[in-house]
């Protein structure tokens, strides 16, 4: 990823908003296929 210059011009933060997005579906699909594929087997702590 591209570092930000010191002074943020509108071209540099829409491309790094546009970068954001993607890494938020990214993230969205990962937890997506986890909750399919991986739900039976995760056992969470049981609070006592």
Do not use: W, Y
Request: proline share 2%.
């Amino acid at each position: 990823m591209a570092a930000l210059s010191g002074g943020v011009n509108c071209e540099e933060f829409a491309e790094f908003r546009k970068l954001l997005k993607v890494m938020r579906t990214i993230d969205d699909r990962i937890l997506e296929v986890f909750d399919e594929r991986c739900q039976i087997h995760f056992k969470p702590l049981k609070n006592e």
